[in-house]
Nanobody
């Protein structure tokens, strides 16, 4: 059984920091691309950051310079360090595990966590 369990969300003031964690089980974690997505009320889910099995990283433009994604394959965990948080970062943040045979192939396995709420407000 595949499980992705997020933690670390909460309420923070603008300018503050949070660190999200996603612990994975039931998958060969090191071969998966791991991502963080978010969904704000009334908006579509969007990719925030992604780290491939080769540790290539990309971010959505709005978080560049503020958020950092990392992974620890020994702990089967992916992290999202969020600094200088803004009210527009308020959303439910979801962890995603995705596997495809290569970067040109469609996804074969795609798993989601249950989400963790991040609220940035004074």
């Amino acid at each position: 059984q595949v499980r992705l369990v997020e933690s670390g969300g909460g309420l923070v003031q603008p300018g503050g920091s949070l660190r999200l964690s996603c612990a994975a089980s039931g998958i060969s974690f090191s071969i998966y691309t791991m991502g963080w997505y978010r969904q704000a009320p009334g908006k579509a889910r969007e990719l925030v950051a992604r780290i491939t099995r080769g540790s290539s990283i990309n971010y959505v433009d709005s978080v560049k310079g503020r958020f950092t994604i990392s992974r620890d394959n020994a702990k089967n965990t992916v992290y999202l360090q969020m600094n200088n948080l803004k009210p527009e970062d308020t959303a439910v943040y979801y962890c995603n595990a995705n596997w495809a045979p290569n970067s040109f192939a469609p996804s074969v396995y795609d798993y989601w966590g249950q989400g963790t709420q991040v609220t940035v407000s004074s």
